[in-house]
């Protein structure tokens, strides 16, 4: 089971400040190893990629 979540707040001087996380719970041992193989892969172009989908979403309802 996973959960993603995007948070956005709006600071001054109309910034914008965005922030993803993503808990994963594995449940057996094809979990955790699948979890093993593909965090850093997760890390380095998914969650930033969902991150700038995110954004542009944002700016895009704030336009």
């Given at each position: 089971m996973f959960r993603t979540c995007a948070s956005v707040r709006l600071l001054?001087?109309?910034a914008i400040e965005?922030?993803?996380?993503?808990r994963v719970a594995?449940?057996?041992l094809f979990g955790?190893?699948?979890m093993a193989a593909i965090s850093a892969t997760h890390r380095?172009?998914?969650a930033p990629t969902m991150l700038a989908h995110a954004m542009g979403a944002v700016e895009?309802?704030?336009?």
């Open positions: 001054d001087q109309g965005f922030a993803l996380s993503t594995c449940k057996n955790r190893l699948y380095k172009y998914i895009t309802a704030f336009r």
